[in-house]
């Protein structure tokens, strides 16, 4: 692997390279580059700015930000119609052009950047789910989560600009030779592993980098912190479904068995056919419709405020379920350079070296640390909106129950 400049003379001691092939600090190339093996020319275009927001590292932000819809897919066939599948129209704000990709177009651009980008988050794919592959209910559901994980890539500096993803947006669906050659491209990209980290440029002078003890106490807060919230949100997304699924079924339920009680009340009283009493009759009648109403109600109410807090859920299980690997790299950056510093206290290394090693961990911890704010912000951004949609549909509920309830008991003013 091409030197990244080791000082001149060699040492006695190198810093021990990490045994464990497969541990996600070797993988990702995070060790190769701390150890100064990465070289690659950047081109401007590939390069990623970090820079010192008002709480700490962030991401430079995207100059023509975009967002992109996701329409209701449709069917289309292949082979004179011997091959169906679903295909999904995009609509991205930037170029107002649409593009139809299938959901295996998603899933090859999320390998790619999953692989390119070791410190960023890449949202993970609502699940692929091959029976009854079209099911209303579950390509609705699909397309739900699509729309979330569209967000997240348009939301992200750093992927919303990427150019794998540019090219998925962008690429005309009829357009097939064009397709392949974009996607080639992108598989052959050479700022992948390693050399990813050379793409990263950080602040520069005095006051610009790092303190390590610092950088480590706020990963290891942010390590806890993602634990929690994995916990929590496992919990809600348990309760969430119970509570949805006892509406549907049990709640529906138990509300009609009042609404067939009251009907049996008015049938019974049916029998007395005296004028005066008619009145009652069809009041306590409108009375058991208006609970079958409600039973109704409770069934359908889960889809407008549940269901859209458990595909949220979703989107953030696959977040947190990539943080580990992320603090895996920036953990073992930062053991490499107590290491270096104990050789340089031993006379085994250049100082020159150490340095270096140091100034890679620093590039990394600003990436880091400019991901982990990036994530709570966009959390508190998506929180935030999906809370207040639950508390309004919930309200909206109740008062389509209360209105039921309203009407019945006027069908009693004139009895």
């Known amino acids: 692997?091409?030197?990244?400049?080791?000082?001149?003379?060699?040492?006695?001691?190198?810093?021990?390279?990490?045994?464990?092939?497969f541990s996600t600090f070797v993988k990702s190339g995070g060790e190769a580059f701390v150890l100064g093996e990465a070289s690659g020319f950047v081109k401007d275009g590939d390069k990623l700015c970090v820079v010192l927001g008002p709480r700490g590292?962030?991401?430079?932000?995207?100059?023509?930000?975009?967002?992109?819809?996701?329409?209701d897919p449709t069917k289309q066939t292949k082979f004179k119609g011997m091959k169906s599948y679903i295909a999904y129209k995009l609509v991205p704000s930037h170029t107002g052009q649409q593009v139809h990709r299938r959901y295996?177009?998603?899933?090859?651009?999320?390998?790619?950047?999953?692989?390119?980008?070791?410190?960023?988050?890449?949202?993970?794919?609502?699940?692929?789910?091959?029976?009854?592959r079209f099911e209303e209910d579950f390509i609705s559901k699909r397309r739900k989560g699509l729309a979330w994980w569209m967000d997240h890539m348009c939301s992200h500096p750093v992927l919303a600009q990427c150019d794998a993803f540019q090219h998925f947006l962008t690429c005309p669906s009829t357009d097939e030779k064009a397709w392949k050659q974009g996607k080639r491209k992108a598989e052959k990209d050479e700022m992948v592993g390693a050399n990813f980290?050379?793409?990263?440029?950080?602040?520069?002078?005095?006051?610009?980098s790092l303190d390590l003890q610092e950088v480590e106490s706020q990963v290891d807060g942010f390590k806890a912190f993602t634990k929690k919230m994995d916990e929590s949100a496992l919990q809600l997304n348990h309760t969430a479904n119970e509570f949805a699924?006892?509406?549907?079924?049990?709640?529906?339920?138990?509300?009609?068995?009042?609404g067939h009680s009251?009907?049996?009340?008015s049938q019974a009283f049916e029998l007395d056919q005296q004028a005066f009493s008619a009145g009652l009759n069809q009041a306590i009648a409108f009375t058991a419709e208006a609970y079958d109403a409600?039973?109704?109600?409770?069934?359908?109410?889960?889809?407008?405020?549940?269901?859209?807090?458990?595909?949220?859920?979703?989107?953030?299980?696959?977040?947190?379920?990539?943080?580990?690997?992320?603090?895996?790299?920036?953990?073992?950056?930062?053991?490499?350079?107590?290491?270096?510093?104990?050789h340089v206290e031993e006379g085994k290394m250049e100082l020159q070296k150490a340095e270096g090693i140091q100034e890679r961990c620093n590039i990394i911890s600003?990436?880091?640390?400019?991901?982990?704010?990036?994530?709570?912000?966009?959390r508190v951004r998506d929180f935030k909106s999906q809370m207040q949609h639950f508390l309004q549909q919930q309200i909206l509920f109740f008062q389509k129950v209360t209105q039921k309830l309203e009407e019945a008991l006027h069908k009693y003013d004139s009895v």
């Not at 590292?57 to 329409?71: H, T, V």
């Not at 295996?104 to 009854?132: C, M, N």
């Not at 979703?314 to 510093?341: C, M, R, W």
Request: aromatic share 10%.
């Open 1 to 21: 692997p091409g030197g990244g400049g080791g000082g001149g003379a060699k040492s006695s001691a190198t810093v021990s390279r990490n045994l464990n092939r």
């Open 57 to 71: 590292p962030e991401w430079q932000e995207n100059p023509y930000p975009f967002q992109c819809s996701i329409e």
């Open 104 to 132: 295996k177009h998603f899933d090859w651009l999320y390998g790619r950047l999953a692989e390119k980008f070791p410190v960023i988050s890449v949202p993970h794919l609502p699940e692929k789910q091959a029976t009854g």
């Open 197 to 208: 980290f050379l793409t990263i440029s950080v602040p520069t002078g005095p006051g610009a």
């Open 245 to 258: 699924r006892k509406q549907v079924t049990g709640f529906k339920k138990e509300y009609q068995k009042v």
């Open 262 to 265: 009251f009907k049996c009340l």
């Open 294 to 342: 409600i039973g109704d109600l409770f069934a359908d109410q889960p889809r407008q405020d549940l269901d859209p807090v458990m595909d949220l859920l979703a989107l953030y299980q696959g977040h947190l379920a990539n943080f580990p690997d992320i603090i895996h790299v920036q953990k073992g950056a930062l053991t490499k350079v107590k290491e270096s510093k104990r």
């Open 366 to 378: 600003f990436a880091t640390l400019a991901e982990i704010n990036h994530f709570h912000k966009i």
